[in-house]
């Protein structure tokens, strides 16, 4: 007996990619030295030391919990305390005007395995763009879903509604729901966010869609919170609020970055539903998901997050810690970007956020030739992911050079 799996039509490699690269990274920093190595792989923020960077009032709140706090399960759907919390967090100062609902989930993932789950069909495509996120793809696999994506951009580099558009009507010609997953601002790999003219665009296509389809919008904001001002980057939302009746928006909204707590576990998906019985059976599936699936999750960062937004103080000792670290992220992205414009090295649209993306021919090749320099990036299909929010700004200015001069020894 060689195999003893059932594959169900999923395609599951032999190893991961960025595990691969970050344990390659890993090893050269305990033979090399931090200083001697770039490990631009990991998708979490660190400080310009290389070490995780955790917000200390989150921490400290975190420590402060009594054992029932943590030890006791929470509700399926959250506890009500956290769930009134991360509403404010993820929609700001903003009122939306349709009906919200909250059901909390096991970070971000969870929240988009969920709307996957609820919105859409076996056998059903789920529309994203060209660049996103790798699990976007193992997630719909897993449910028998397959993914379809338009171009991000087009020939100028604009975020591409044509396409958009055109994919957006031919999966609504055969399917009766759709998901389409958004991710923005500050998109996993590209950095990339939507100007109020793409996100026009997007509610212009959605207005189009026939009546008898439904749409579930799902807006992974995972990196909100690091994108640019908490003001600025939620300037799309009165876009997305009040849309028709067969359109649902769900905002996918993690705790992992904004709070530093990745591996805490927790999320919340956000509807912005047109009528309170879409909202009510939005709170009845999820729930229905989240029980069948992980059941409920980790209480202790719900307590986290209520006691942060139930103490104005602390509130703000959060936002003013978490800004600095945004600067600090924002900075290193500038730096990478004026960098990559002196030395010629094209990348793709880039506005904010933990990771630029260096499009190229041969990912992989380039990959294994710049570890030989101990520079250690993420390979994708079509270009090379750089985590600036695991390299100082120091080696964010050192790298675009390194990237150009490693791409012409290669002939690329
Ligand atoms: C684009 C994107 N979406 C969602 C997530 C989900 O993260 P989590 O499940 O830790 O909240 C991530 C994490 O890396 C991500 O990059």
New binding site residues.
């Given amino acids: 007996m060689k195999s003893m799996v059932a594959y169900n039509g999923r395609e599951i490699p032999k190893e991961d990619k960025v595990f691969a690269q970050s344990g390659k990274a890993l090893d050269a920093v305990s033979k090399y030295g931090p200083a001697e190595v770039i490990n631009a792989t990991v ?1 979490a923020l660190y400080d310009d030391d290389g070490k995780l960077l955790v917000l200390k009032s989150v921490e400290k709140v975190m420590k402060s919990l009594p054992a029932e706090k943590y030890a006791a399960y929470a509700p399926i759907a959250g506890t009500p305390g956290f769930k009134k919390a991360i509403l404010k967090a993820a929609l700001g100062s903003y009122e939306p005007k349709s009906f919200t609902a909250v059901v909390g989930t ?5 929240s ?1 395995r969920n709307a996957i789950a609820n919105y859409s069909c076996p056998g059903d495509k789920i529309l994203t763009h060209s660049w996103h ?1 790798a ?1 976007y793809k193992s997630i719909a696999a897993e449910m028998y879903r397959g993914i379809e994506h338009f171009e991000m951009f087009d020939e100028e580099g604009r975020f591409n509604i044509a396409d958009f558009e055109y994919k957006v009507k031919k999966l609504t010609r055969n399917q009766e729901h759709l998901v389409i997953i958004l ?1 923005t601002p500050a ?2 790999p590209t950095g990339y966010s939507l100007s109020m003219e793409d996100w026009y665009g997007v509610k212009r296509v959605l207005d189009d869609v026939p009546e008898e389809k439904k749409i579930a919008l799902v807006l ?1 904001v ?2 909100i919170d690091f994108a640019g001002e908490p003001e600025k980057v939620r300037e799309f939302l009165p876009v997305i609020d009040n849309l028709r009746s067969n359109i649902l928006p769900v905002i ?1 909204y ?3 970055k904004t709070f530093t707590l ?1 591996g805490a ?1 927790c ?1 919340a998906m956000i509807c912005l539903a047109y009528s309170p019985e879409v909202a009510e059976e939005f709170v009845k599936v999820n729930s229905f998901s989240a029980r069948a699936t992980w059941s409920n999750s980790p209480r202790a960062p719900q307590e986290v997050i209520e006691r942060i937004y139930a103490d104005e103080k602390l509130l703000a000792e959060v936002e003013a810690e978490r800004a600095k670290a945004r600067d600090m992220l924002l900075a290193r992205g500038r730096a990478f970007e004026k960098a990559a414009a002196e030395c010629g090295l094209g990348i793709v649209p880039f506005s904010a956020g933990f990771f630029v993306t260096v499009p190229c021919k041969e990912p992989d090749t380039l990959c294994r030739r710049l570890n030989e320099k101990n520079v250690f990036l993420i390979p994708l299909d079509k270009g090379v992911r750089v985590s600036v929010a695991s390299s100082s700004e120091d080696k964010c200015r050192r790298l675009p050079a390194l990237i150009k001069e490693t791409m012409k020894e290669l002939g690329m």
Avoid: E, F, K
């Avoid at 096991?106 to 969870?110: A, L, R, Y």
């Fill in positions: 998708g096991p970070g971000g993932t969870g988009i996120w699990p991710n998109n996993n992974d995972a990196y996918a993690s705790a992992s990745y576990r999320a």
